[in-house]
């Protein structure tokens, strides 16, 4: 069974800086990985897939990473902003197939 | 409609009571799931469907039925509803490259509440 692993739960940054949000999975054999956001009250927005055979995705200030050896993903924001705030969830595809989420990291971009 | 839509917005709800909860998408993708959201647990899958005509059981399916009559609708339902049932109900869908669950969508959520 899949599971999914997000650290920190939440994170206060001021604006500008860059981060890092960090996933883990216990199933190597992953077929891909999704990153969402998720704003209070809303459902799930897609930011990014990366597929197996893939190691990273970038869309604009936004860059997901995949290492099926170290069982991470990680997604870069460059120069955050405060319209950034809201939680970030990964899911994971693998074994089972059905996509794993982990409990989201809670972002906080203050100016 | 574009992407997935989901009926009610929200419910309140009386214990005991039958309740199904709508989910349309408009992009023909195979697979459709049911997740639930609660604070501190995260997203959890209830049902989920391959395609029309088949269904299977996520990690927290009891007190909840669903069914794939055809391709776009996926609605999910509650016997008798239970206080515990109160949560955020989330709608997705995605395409399936043989057995590869490919990129999701999610739908805006029902709140529910049961009383």
């Known amino acids: 069974k899949q599971e999914v692993t997000q650290i920190p739960a939440a994170l206060s940054v001021p604006e500008g800086e860059n981060l890092v949000l960090n996933c883990s999975f216990t199933?190597?054999?992953?077929?891909?990985l999704q990153w969402f956001r998720q704003d209070p009250g809303k459902g799930l927005t897609s930011l990014l897939l990366i597929q197996s055979s893939q190691r990273e995705q970038t869309s604009g200030r936004l860059n997901a990473s995949l290492d099926k050896s170290s069982g991470r993903s990680t997604l870069y924001i460059a120069a955050s902003q405060p319209g950034d705030s809201a939680t970030y969830l990964c899911?994971?595809?693998?074994?089972?197939?059905?996509?794993?989420f982990g409990r989201g990291t809670s972002l906080i971009v203050h100016p | 409609i574009a992407g997935i839509t989901q009926a009610p917005t929200s419910q309140i709800l009386a214990a005991g009571r039958r309740m199904t909860l709508r989910c349309t998408q408009d992009m023909r993708h195979n697979a459709m799931y049911w997740y639930r959201q609660d604070l501190g647990l995260g997203l959890r899958l209830i049902h989920y469907?391959?395609?029309?005509?088949?269904?299977g059981k996520g990690e927290v399916p009891d007190g909840y039925s669903v069914s794939r009559a055809n391709t776009d609708d996926f609605p999910l339902t509650l016997a008798s509803a239970v206080p515990s049932q109160t949560s955020v109900y989330f709608c997705?869908?995605?395409?399936?490259?043989?057995?590869?669950?490919?990129?999701?969508?999610f739908g805006p959520g029902t709140r529910l509440t049961v009383l």
């Open positions: 899911a994971g595809s693998g074994g089972s197939y059905i996509p794993t």
């Open positions: 199933d190597s054999a992953i077929y891909n």
């Open positions: 469907s391959n395609t029309a005509g088949t269904t």
């Open positions: 997705a869908s995605s395409s399936l490259a043989g057995v590869t669950h490919n990129e999701q969508f």
